[in-house]
């Protein structure tokens, strides 16, 4: 690489990447991100889902929109597997933690 | 390091290949990703004590408490979408050259972030129909008032910053001052907003109303 290709990968960062600049991959994610909160919404207000279910289905559509943000319009998808691992392994921790404390409460909820 | 900097110090700039990890990303880029996980903890924090002390207050919605409005909120939510959409167009537009289209896409990801702020001033006080406040919901009078204050307020803080940040970005990319690299870092931040709003409207508003709240 020479000197002005470096100033270019590193001044555009993901810019250099064709398909990062494409429109039909952010179209497509938002059609999605929006059909899922219509999904949350028909969850919550149907009332006819067990409340198990729907908690685990709310939980599952959360992660699954974020998880789209995060890697199409945060551009997660492009970078390097050691910065998606820098970004995405601490957030493992509280994650698990919040998990643990939400099965504490249903067993609880059980007693 | 500028070359100027370099020169003053006697040596001259060296050009800063791709790392082997992190590859083309720049330095800034790097740094706000690690500046956005602490914020995600900060969230992450909010979000558990408001879980602990659901589990150990029932009912979570006390007498007189309104319900919160899941319809609006999900007005909301669709607006905020929607600037995360205009905003990564945006840089789109910005790194193919096409200068006024990322202006004019900047300008709207910022107004409708400034809707949803007024979204969120009438969900609280009320503009054209009563707030929580005014139905009840009162900041300190109960566990469930508290957590919602605080988690919809730090999160709208944020909004508001952002709001700010890309008026900030549009004005210096109008001047020429800005370029795409400044308007991805502003991504960034503008759709971890966006990542946040997602986790606060399952578990403020959706997740407590399954139980009734």
């Known amino acids: 690489m020479t000197d002005p290709e470096i100033g270019r990968a590193r001044a555009s960062s993901v810019g ?48 699954a929109k974020a998880a789209l943000i995060a890697l199409f319009y945060m551009h997660l998808r492009y970078e390097t597997r050691i910065l998606k691992l820098t970004v995405l392994a601490p957030l493992v921790a509280p994650a698990v933690y919040g998990l643990l404390l939400m099965l504490d409460a249903a067993w609880r909820h059980m007693r | 390091m500028s070359s100027t900097a370099a020169s003053e110090h006697g040596h001259p700039a060296v050009a800063w290949p791709p790392d082997a990890q992190y590859g083309s990303a ?91 702020l007024v979204g969120q001033f009438q969900e609280w006080f009320g503009i054209w129909a009563p707030g929580l406040l005014h139905e009840g919901l009162v900041f300190g009078q109960s566990p469930r008032a508290s957590t919602f204050f605080v988690i919809t307020g730090y999160h709208g803080l944020h909004v508001l910053i952002g709001v700010a940040y890309i008026l900030a970005i549009l004005v210096g990319y109008v001047r020429g001052r800005v370029t795409e690299r400044q308007i991805e870092l502003l991504g960034l931040y503008w759709c971890f907003v966006d990542f946040v709003w997602v986790f606060v409207f399952s578990f403020v508003y959706l997740l407590p109303s399954l139980s009734g709240a």
């Open chain 1, 16 to 63: 250099h990447v064709p398909a990062a600049r494409e429109r039909a991959p952010y179209l497509v994610a938002f059609a999605v991100l929006v059909a899922l909160t219509l999904v949350e919404i028909g969850v919550v207000k149907s009332g006819g889902i067990p409340h198990r279910a729907a908690v685990v289905a709310l939980i599952a559509i959360a992660t």
């Open chain 2, 26 to 116: 720049t330095p800034g880029k790097i740094g706000m990703w690690i500046f956005l996980l602490s914020d995600a903890f900060s969230f992450g924090a909010l979000l558990i004590a408001e879980g602990i002390l659901y589990a150990g207050h029932k009912p979570w919605r006390q007498p007189g408490e309104p319900e919160l409005g899941i319809g609006f909120t999900a007005v909301l939510t669709f607006i905020l979408l929607c600037t995360s959409l205009t905003n990564v167009l945006a840089w789109a537009a910005a790194a193919g050259g096409r200068r006024k289209q990322a202006a004019q896409l900047l300008a709207i990801t910022a107004l409708g972030g400034a809707v949803f």
